[in-house]
């Protein structure tokens, strides 16, 4: 089992900065791999950014290549997901989410275990 808690999300103007955290616990070495998904109101989710556990390679979604970092440290079981120069279109629930049952199912969308959620808004 793994536990995963999101914190970190909130209201900020376009141009600003969050910074999204992921606490982890539970068998958190049997993940693949760790990623960052948001869906807003009416449209349907999208994965914004993956890590691979293992050698730390990433993807990002075309959408906030360039803005958005996503980076983990593995002494506190911790994900982050670095949100630079928002934008409106990024307003959405923040999900993050981890892969334990292989590598072939990433950087997917459904992963096995997945957070609360913590809100984003980007207003102009």
């Known amino acids: 089992q793994v536990q995963l808690v999101e914190s970190g999300g909130g209201s900020v103007q376009t141009g600003g900065s969050l910074r999204l955290s992921c606490a982890a616990s539970?068998?958190?070495?049997?993940?693949?791999?760790m990623g960052w998904l948001r869906q807003a109101p009416g449209k349907e989710r999208e994965r914004v950014a993956v890590i691979y556990t293992s050698d730390g390679s990433t993807y990002y979604a075309d959408s906030v290549k360039g803005r958005f970092t996503i980076s983990q440290d593995n002494a506190k079981n911790t994900l982050y997901l670095q949100m630079n120069r928002l934008k409106p279109e990024d307003t959405a629930m923040y999900y993050c989410?981890?892969?334990?049952?292989?590598?072939?199912?990433?950087?997917?969308?459904?992963?096995?275990?997945w957070g609360q959620g913590t809100q984003v808004t980007v207003s102009s």
């Open positions: 539970g068998y958190t070495y049997s993940s693949y791999c």
């Open positions: 989410a981890a892969e334990t049952r292989g590598s072939r199912y990433c950087p997917g969308d459904e992963y096995n275990y």
